[in-house]
């Protein structure tokens, strides 16, 4: 499977009608980015989603960032993964994740278990599931939405790789020591093209600001540095600073380039605009010469 160095990771195809999503996924191709990500949250059932987007397109690939595990129990994850990736050879990738306790306790209703015994329970229950149907022709690909030490070393010993969230590159660098070589590490990396600081951070907080509750992610980011004073008043400007690329074309490349440095072999660009519904398809159209 070729992802590509960058595809695009996005919750605004799920905003439009299904018969634009699909134009603007093979306009996405045509850009040249290598995979299109797609979320699992309030939004659009992420495997239908999925099975769309690649129906309407003929080489770029579509991941999952990411099917939620307790949305779907084991054996009808199993059936929908290798259903795809039988119909659509190469080109889809299975992202996995525990989500998080707002969402899994508030909003679907569940127990949410300790994460990475979850997880190692939940790739159990799918290696071993039944599945009576025509299999892919090459192995599936799934990767776990990984964070900290443990579940990237789960990703590397039962999975392809990683698809970290809201990470900046030295947590790529320390993933791709986890993982090892030969192990795919696509993290996703939100930017912002505005050259004003006041107003590029001011965008980029009502970005953080979604994440800043979630303990899975600022926990991990204090490996990094990420104090309770940065999580404070909405955001410190570092906080936003290492969630956010932010700037010119050139400065978003160079963050991309910083993951890719660091042992990335694919970033999943995820464009923040003023207005959060807001289609970002002109700067998909302006990154796309630089970054690929």
Do not use: C
Not at 155 to 176: F, I, L, S
Not at 215 to 222: G, H, K, S
Not at 265 to 276: I, L, W
């Amino acid at each position: 499977m070729d992802l590509g160095r960058v595809g695009i990771w996005t919750f605004a195809l799920d905003l439009q009608p299904m018969a634009r999503a699909r134009e603007l996924a093979a306009e996405l191709q045509e850009l040249g980015y290598g995979a299109i990500w797609v979320p699992d949250a309030v939004g659009r059932d992420p495997l239908l989603h999925a099975a769309l987007l690649l129906d309407a397109t003929t080489r770029i690939a579509v991941g999952t960032g990411i099917a939620q595990i307790y949305g779907r129990d084991s054996l009808t994850m199993n059936a929908g993964w290798k259903t795809l990736s039988e119909a659509f050879p190469g080109r889809f990738v299975l992202g996995l994740g525990v989500s998080h306790q707002p969402m899994v306790e508030g909003l679907r209703g569940q127990v949410y278990l300790p994460p990475l015994t979850a997880m190692r329970d939940y790739l159990d229950r799918m290696d071993g599931a039944m599945y009576i149907a025509a299999e892919p022709p090459e192995p599936p690909r799934r990767v776990l939405a990984a964070l900290g030490p443990k579940m990237l070393g789960l990703a590397a010993e039962r999975t392809d790789g990683a698809h970290p969230y809201n990470v900046p590159p030295e947590h790529t660098a320390r993933a791709r020591e986890i993982l090892g070589p030969g192990k795919l590490l696509a993290p996703e990396q939100a930017v912002v093209l505005e050259t004003d600081p006041v107003e590029a951070r001011r965008i980029g907080r009502t970005h953080v600001a979604t994440y800043r509750d979630l303990p899975n992610y600022m926990n991990n980011l204090r490996r990094f540095g990420i104090t309770d004073d940065d999580l404070a008043d909405g955001g410190s400007d570092r906080l936003v600073d290492m969630i956010v690329a932010w700037g010119d074309v050139g400065a978003i490349r160079a963050r991309v380039q910083a993951h890719l440095d660091a042992g990335a072999d694919h970033v999943a660009v995820q464009v923040v605009t003023r207005d959060r519904g807001a289609l970002p398809l002109t700067e998909w159209r302006e990154l796309a010469p630089a970054l690929l």
